[in-house]
């Protein structure tokens, strides 16, 4: 199976040999009865340890990325929280984003730090600012592509150059443009990670996060954390993102779709100052996303003239717009993320302008979504 969408359909999702389903069933069951003390029926014992409907979505996730290896997780944050234990010691050393995901900075800052890992934030845009924030204690480079959320582009091949040569490993966390967009993995980076809730999910009703590599040292490492920590999804969250990942190829070409007719309407609006989308071919990496990107994603930021106020004033009109955190989902999101998703980074070197917008643009019909922007614009 080499198509996309056919491996997002069927990869790992064969019609049960007993029944002939051709939906992967929901295996509730915590335990599993054994043919003897000496061995596995299946594979299966304890469904902390594995359950089929949760191995059905590993063996997808890796297929849509083109890897060897992936394991499922409860969350994003999880996914992330196991990576660096399995990466990192106290004394070592990570580089992460200037821009990085709010609750990925809270993670490395307020949790990881206490325990002895340090980290610098740089503009990953910026190969020479990388490049010097490297030390001989660095064991990740942590990459977004596009960030959240300011939508920069890193060049992933260029970032595993300079990862590897310092010997670290670059994790590419590939939530914003999901493997329909982009495969990292191909472009040199170590391991990609996912929250599952937003695109892969695509619908807003479970909660989940995967990690993806072809390094079998470190998915072994990732496996024993998963087990012995145990922050995996439950059998209907592992079916329901499974359900999702089925459409996400058309999902993706609609959210692309309606986000490039909402950055052309926001670009001409009086009262919008600065539109940042990655297919703009005024962003400034424009060129390493359209050499690395199949398109441009459904995520659009934007900085309101007039300040806080005037952004806030815009999140409250909106009507088709739904003012929520998360992304990815059907449905179209507004947010203020100074206020919301990246209030963990107030008064740092992360802090986001106050006047921005972040908008996941679902799947509706444009000119609803149109005419709810124009309306809250005023």
Not at 59 to 64: E, N, P, R, S
Not at 142 to 150: A, K, R, S
Request: aromatic share 6%; hydrophobic share 45%; proline share 5%.
């Amino acid at each position: 199976m080499t198509g996309f969408a056919t491996r997002a359909i069927h990869a790992g999702q064969d019609p049960d040999p007993h029944t002939g389903s051709v939906i992967v069933p929901i295996h509730a069951t915590s335990t599993f009865a054994q043919d003897g003390v000496s061995g596995l029926r299946g594979g299966y014992e304890y469904a902390r340890t594995a359950n089929p409907t949760r191995a059905a979505l590993e063996t997808c996730l890796a297929a849509l990325e083109g890897a060897r290896h992936g394991r499922a997780f409860a969350s994003g944050m999880a996914a992330g929280d196991v990576l660096l234990r399995a990466t990192c010691r106290p004394g070592d050393h990570i580089v992460i984003p200037d821009d990085a995901y709010g609750g990925t900075f809270r993670l490395i800052d307020k949790v990881f730090r206490r325990w002895g890992i340090e980290h610098t934030a740089v503009g990953q845009a910026n190969l020479d600012a990388v490049a010097a924030a490297m030390r001989p204690t660095t064991r990740l480079v942590w990459c977004e592509t596009p960030t959240n959320p300011l939508l920069t582009i890193a060049d992933i091949a260029a970032l595993a150059g300079i990862a590897h040569q310092a010997g670290a490993r670059l994790v590419v966390d590939n939530t914003f443009a999901t493997p329909y967009l982009q495969t990292p993995l191909e472009l040199g980076a170590d391991v990609v990670l996912h929250s599952t809730t937003k695109y892969l999910g695509g619908h807003s009703d479970v909660i989940g996060g995967a990690l993806i590599t072809n390094d079998a040292a470190l998915d072994e490492q990732v496996a024993f954390l998963q087990n012995s920590a145990g922050a995996v999804p439950g059998p209907f969250d592992a079916w329901l993102t499974l359900r999702g990942i089925k459409t996400l190829a058309v999902r993706m070409e609609r959210h692309c779709d309606n986000a490039e007719r909402i950055v052309a309407v926001l670009q001409a609006h009086p009262a919008i100052s600065s539109v940042h989308y990655p297919g703009l071919e005024t962003h400034p990496n424009h060129e390493v996303a359209a050499k690395q990107m199949r398109r441009f994603g459904g995520m659009v930021s934007c900085t309101v003239r007039g300040g806080a106020a005037a952004a806030l004033a815009v999140c409250a009109q909106t009507r088709v717009f739904t003012l929520a955190e998360s992304l990815g989902g059907v449905e179209s999101l507004i947010e203020h993320p100074a206020r919301m998703t990246h209030a963990s980074t107030a008064g740092t070197q992360l802090e986001v302008p106050a006047e921005l917008l972040r908008l996941s643009v679902g799947l509706e019909d444009a000119e609803d979504l149109i005419d709810d922007l124009l309306a809250a614009l005023g």
